[in-house]
């Protein structure tokens, strides 16, 4: 008898509906010459949001993962943790990065939090 594996992620077609730019910063002199870090986006995935229980924000509270976002992808090479992710004109940051390459249909999780750079909202 063989044994079926099981996919840790699995999520239709109609959820991956939102769209999110993923890329970095390059450093551009503002109009009065002082230097600001502008997004530049490298490529686009689809995505999926992924809930969180009560129970997983309250254990967030007070670290690095109070007030985040998860956001669902397919696996993506390009993917790593060290990129931005711009979503309706908003930039965030990936406070972690959960990839699965085990299938041909796996799916990345990524943890965001809203970027700020210099106490301004990006």
């Known amino acids: ?4 594996r ?11 509906r939102y769209t ?3 890329g970095s910063f390059n450093t ?10 502008t997004f530049v986006s490298q490529f686009k995935l689809h995505y999926a949001r ?3 229980t009560i ?5 967030a509270l007070g670290t690095d993962f109070e007030n985040t976002q998860i956001l669902a992808v397919r696996h993506d090479k390009r993917m790593t943790d060290k990129l931005a992710v711009r979503i309706d004109g908003k930039v965030y940051s990936i406070v972690d990065l959960s990839a699965h390459d085990d299938t041909y249909l796996s799916y990345d999780l990524i943890t965001i939090k809203r970027y700020k750079a210099g106490g301004q909202d990006g």
């Open 1 to 4: 008898m063989a044994t079926s």
């Open 20 to 22: 999110a730019e993923f």
């Open 28 to 37: 551009v002199d503002n109009d009065m010459g002082i230097p600001m870090p």
């Open 50 to 52: 992924v809930s969180q």
């Open 6 to 16: 099981t996919v840790p992620y699995s999520y239709q077609p109609y959820q991956m």
């Open 55 to 59: 129970s997983q924000k309250y254990e």
